[in-house]
């Protein structure tokens, strides 16, 4: 539908000029415009349908539930405990208790475990949403990340397992395997190219791209009609590639955020956004 | 005009070394390639042996991971040498299928995605990365453009069996390209690859029109 349409107004132009450059250049242009009008609408929770499961993640922040029925209110997000404010903007991040970087479904999914006793199986099997089913995760995710608006991402890399984990991950982004021999940098690795109609951000190098990005995850995808995580982008991102489909909060997930925060260092986030 | 001028002029500075912008200094030392594996082998614990085969590195992939496709001149040399020996040429001596097909095989971009069921027919998604006919609107720009191909090359013999080897086998060509090998991944069989070819090579196909 809206494909034919930025097609058709490509065309319009094609009459008047006669490049096919330029009608590619139009037709962006055209889902460019496409994209502000969401934008315009981010910072109005009315219209942005990602603020509703950041209502419902403040619901089940403080819901009683699992062995201990007690709330989440005390997990330590590395703020101290049930401080939320900044939180997200320093994460992934290295925990002493659990001796592992994590990042917020990580760490949300520990907390479950380990202050409310809760048995996660359910929390993990409905990690992503679909049609007639939540995800918690999606929602406490919106939540949490909200809590960091107007703070700038900032990478934590003191503890030297942090900094062992954004190395791991620069490591990764650049990995050649699969049937077409996709690394993340086939797609994300060179300015101003796109696959079909699609922009692709280059996180090869520091920088805006990079921060406009990682500042706008988590987002409401208008094509899914759903609240998306950077564990769910990073999934399809990984089917793209013609891999495997990862296993949800693995370790390798963290080490590519890592290593895409710290391309994004001082990104200002505003989250949930909208996009596509 | 001008901008195929252009991308053309880009292409040859971007040729003059492997195929990707990384900086040379940016290498994943033994170390790093260590754990980047054991990360690796645990963000994928969960597929199955089958698919965690698929992502085992071959020679080449290694290669070029380590170099973040900046390989070294000897490197760039022994993996066009090993992937050129794996070059199958069509067992008719007919490099040449059928256009209309090919625009198919062009275009589809399905296949190999763990979403993909067993029946899926895989596409070549040329589309994907590279212009084809200039009338077609929705293509990429990780490729340079292909349009006119064909006609471009005087539909030459040679220049038939070298776009055969490319397709066939990328790597053969350009060490780290970024281009899939389609043949002898054997993601496209030979009439598919039959076909594409006749997409960029016979006269009455819309990428020489």
Redesign the interface.
Known sequence: MR?RWM?AA?MAVSLAVG??????QA?MDESEKEIERYRAMINDPMANPGYLAVDRGEVLWSEKRGKKNVSLETCDLGMGAGKLEGAYAQLPRYFKDSDKVMDLEQRLLWCMQTVQELDTADVVARRFSGPGRASDMEDLVAFIGNKSNGMKIEPQTSHPKEK?LT??GE??F??????????C???H??E???????G?PDF?KPGKAAQDTMASWPTYRVSQSALRTMQHRLWDC???Q??????YA????T?LTMFLNKQAAGGEINVPSIKR | ????TLIAAGLAIGLCTAA???LAQEK?DAA??Q??EA??K???????PE??K????DET?RL??IA??QVSAADADAIQKRESASIVMPADGKFLGDWKNGFAVANSGRG????DDAKTINGGNC???H?MD??E??????GP?L?AYGRDRKYDEAAIKDAWKKIYNS?AVVA?S?M??FGV?K?LDEQQLKDVMAYLFDPNSPVNK
Not at chain 2, 1 to 4: E, K, L, N, Y
Not at chain 2, 137 to 142: A, D, E, F, H, R
């Open positions: 494909l097609s490509a490049s096919a450059g330029v009608y590619a037709a062992e190395e791991i490591a990764m650049y990995r050649r395997a699969g049937v077409m021999d996709f690394s940098a086939s797609c690795g060179e101003g190219k796109r696959i079909r109609l699609q692709l090869s990984f089917r793209q013609r891999w495997p489909s990862p296993d693995a370790e390798g997930l080490a | 005009m001008t901008i195929r990707s912008p990384a994943t790093a390639f754990k980047m990360a690796v645990a963000t994928f614990s969960r597929a199955t698919w965690q698929r992502i085992e590195l992939q070029c991971t973040r496709n190999g995605q763990f979403s589309y994907a990365c212009q200039p009338k609107l929705s293509y990429g720009t990780l453009s349009a790597q780290c970024n899939p090998r991944t993601f």
